[in-house]
Every structure is written in structure tokens, then in C-alpha cells.
């Protein structure tokens, strides 16, 4: 009796166990990992927003997403998202990293790491930029430092499966 107790609440606890979800909305896709959710998804007319976080209140992970189907200087597009950063009175010590050439996934473009302080603990992170399928994306990871590795595999998750459609 007592081992089929114990099958019967690994088999309950394997029902509820979150799962990777797919995503599609707004010609883009990806997936969700499990335990993060799509806290916002907003379509103001020119802008898109969508919000993803990893779920718990000790959790700091977050990918937001602004995008547009019009085609925008990449130079220009991650300055306006910097600035955004920049225009911050709750954070300290912001440090924008010079930009570079990247990958997000599949598509090159842009990116600007960057850290700051906030209520003294430290966040780390970056900005990516690129312009594919007629979509010019701008995509932000952030994070508190010492949750990197708990974050680590859904950052990859997302970049590694987003999708712009034609």
C-alpha cells in the first residue's frame, strides 16, 4: 500500500508540473518556458508590448518585447529604449555598455548590455535590437544579478525560439 502511495503522488505531482508553452501573437512567436508567464500583451496602434516573467515572488527574470511593422533605424531604435532606462529616477548607478554587433536567436542586430542598482540590489541587463520580416524588434532581458542562474535557461528558451512572420 505505502509504494502505491507514494507512485500515486509522483504521478498527481507530474500532472501539475508546468510545462513550455508556444506562443503566437502579433506575427511573433516563441516559447514560454515553464514557470515564466506572459504578464502583458498590448497593441497601441503603432507599438506592440509584450511582457514575459518568471513566475514567484523571488523571481527576477523579465523579457519585454516593443515592436513595430515598420522598419526603424536599428541606431535609433536602441538609443530610444537606452533612454528610456536613462529617464529612470528609482535606479542608481545605471551603466549603459557601449553598443555592439549580436545574434538574438537568428536575426543580427544591435545590443546594449547595461547594470544598475535598485533599492541596492544590483540588476544586470540587455537590450537587443533587429529588424526582420518587415518587424523592427526590440527585446530587454533583466534580471537581479544573483538570480542569473535560476533565469539563465528561460532567457535562452525565448531567444533561442522567437520568430518574426512574414
Known amino acids: 500500500m505505502k509504494n502505491f502511495l507514494v507512485v500515486l503522488a509522483a ?27 506572459v504578464k502583458k500583451a498590448e497593441d497601441d496602434g503603432e507599438f506592440k508590448t509584450l ?6 515572488d523571488l ?6 518585447m516593443l515592436f513595430t511593422d515598420n522598419p526603424l533605424d ?25 553598443k555592439e554587433r549580436t545574434r538574438y536567436g537568428k536575426y543580427d542586430g ?6 544598475f542598482y535598485l533599492n541596492g540590489v544590483k540588476h544586470e541587463g540587455e537590450i ?3 529588424l526582420e520580416n ?5 527585446i530587454i ?6 538570480h542569473h542562474s535560476e533565469n539563465l535557461k528561460g532567457f535562452e528558451t525565448i531567444k533561442g525560439s522567437l520568430t518574426l512572420k512574414d
Open 11 to 37: 504521478v498527481c505531482l507530474s500532472w501539475t508540473q508546468q510545462r513550455d508553452s508556444y506562443v503566437e501573437i502579433y506575427r511573433v512567436s516563441f516559447t514560454c518556458p515553464a514557470g515564466w508567464d
Open 51 to 56: 511582457s514575459i516573467e518568471k513566475a514567484g
Open 59 to 64: 523571481s527576477s527574470g523579465i523579457v519585454s
Open 74 to 98: 536599428l541606431d535609433a531604435f536602441l538609443q530610444l529604449l537606452t533612454s528610456f532606462l536613462e529617464g529612470r529616477k528609482d535606479i542608481n548607478n545605471l551603466v549603459l555598455k557601449a
Open 110 to 115: 544591435l545590443a546594449s548590455s547595461y547594470s
Open 128 to 130: 537587443s535590437v533587429f
Open 134 to 138: 518587415g518587424i523592427t524588434m526590440g
Open 141 to 146: 532581458h533583466q534580471e537581479v544579478v544573483q
